[in-house]
């Protein structure tokens, strides 16, 4: 059994949020809805960090972090350990994301992807395996900046 998917939203992203909640459920995915649950004003960092410490602990196998751009919220989850978050709006990135940086966090912009485009790039940061071989020594170089 596959371990739960983290979510986080801000305003910005809570509506986006809300629709990939929708098609998680149709896939029968499980999820962690760790808020916001309304379009009240919040600060995309102060929710990018309870769904990254799942993550980061293991009770979460990976993190869909939302906010107006997703940027906010890339940057704001890049800053935590064992983190390794994409913003993205394309499918290639959304791919190799995955294949080559072994991404963990996926960050979305509610105000610029449509909800049919983020459950795309969706299903393909999920159903996409990291590749290891030279990726996985670039990738050790990222962790090893965290200790710099
Ligand atoms: C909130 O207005 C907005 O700044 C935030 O959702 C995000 O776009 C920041 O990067």
Known sequence: MSKPIALAADHGGFELKEAVKQHLTELGLEFVDFGTHNTDSVDYPDMAVPACDAVVKGECRCALLFCGTGVGISISANKIHG????????????????????ANALCLGGRVVGAGLACTLVDLFLNTEFEGGRHQR??????????R
């Open 83 to 102: 983190i390794r978050a994409c913003c993205c709006s394309d499918a290639f990135s959304a791919e190799y994301t995955r294949r080559h940086n072994d």
């Open 138 to 147: 670039r990738v050790d170089k990222i962790t090893a900046l965290e200790n």
